[in-house]
């Protein structure tokens, strides 16, 4: 069982930045590939950023590609996203999900475990 907890988000402008953490409880992080999704309200929940098990994978959404890092401390159990060049339209909650595998994946429903989320808006 793995229990993740997000933080770092918050009101920006846009144009601005906000880093957000994901932590995870468990001894063996590094066997999980995590991931980042978002969703707006009346949408559906979308792939963000995710990354390998190890850390020397990443894939990122299109939306999102040059803007925004995952990155991963597996000696702290934690994720992180920084996310620059905000827009409006990232206004979101970002979740943070975990799955058993080393392989990043941008498909949700690969994914078995995931955090409350924690909401990110972005004004114009």
């Known amino acids: 069982q793995v229990q993740l907890v997000e933080s770092g988000g918050g009101l920006v402008q846009a144009g601005g930045s906000l880093r957000l953490s994901c932590s995870a409880s468990g001894r063996t992080f590094s066997s999980y590939s995590m991931g980042w999704f978002r969703q707006a309200p009346g949408k559906e929940r979308e792939f963000v950023a995710t990354i390998s098990g190890s850390g020397g994978t990443t894939y990122y959404a299109s939306l999102v590609k040059g803007r925004f890092t995952i990155s991963r401390d597996n000696a702290k159990n934690t994720v992180y996203l920084q996310m620059s060049s905000l827009r409006p339209e990232d206004t979101a909650v970002y979740y943070c999900?975990?799955?058993?595998?080393?392989?990043?994946?941008?498909?949700?429903?690969?994914?078995?475990?995931w955090g409350q989320g924690t909401q990110v808006t972005v004004s114009s």
């Open positions: 999900a975990a799955r058993f595998g080393v392989l990043a994946k941008i498909d949700r429903y690969e994914y078995n475990y």
